[in-house]
Nanobody, 127 residues
Framework: QLQLVESGGGLVQPGGSLRVSCVAS????????IGWFRQAPGKEREGVSC????????NNADSVKGRFAMSRDAAKNTVYLEMNNLKPEDTAVYYC????????????????????WGQGTQVTVSS
């Protein structure tokens, strides 16, 4: 059974940092493109960052470039999203997702490309 489980969300003050994790079970995570998406109340789910299986590079949305960084630990079957200089507008439920087949080059932030999804972890940025 393929499953993704996010964790590490919580309340953080503006300007702070937080790392969220995504643990995969039932499949080898390092054979997939992995993406992080977020959804705020009243808004559609949007792509935040992804990590390419083939290229081993990340692709980030313009709104988070320079602030967010994604990484993978194959031994732990886990991917991470390091979020720095957090802003109130970053408040959302953060989801990880896996895509197969992976992109021939860079991973995509298009949500329709992803087939396996976690249930999300809440990140709230507030004073």
């Amino acid at each position: 059974q393929l499953q993704l489980v996010e964790s590490g969300g919580g309340l953080v003050q503006p300007g702070g940092s937080l790392r969220v994790s995504c643990v995969a079970s039932g499949f080898a995570l390092d054979h997939y493109d992995i993406g992080w998406f977020r959804q705020a109340p009243g808004k559609e789910r949007e792509g935040v960052s992804c990590l390419s299986y083939r290229v081993t590079l990340t692709n980030n949305a313009d709104s988070v470039k320079g602030r967010f960084a994604m990484s993978r630990d194959a031994a732990k079957n886990t991917v991470y999203l390091e979020m720095n200089n957090l802003k109130p507008e970053d408040t959302a439920v953060y989801y990880c997702a896996a895509s197969w087949p992976p992109s021939p080059s860079m991973c995509t932030l298009t949500k329709g490309r992803y087939h396996f999804w976690g249930q999300g972890t809440q990140v709230t940025v507030s004073s």
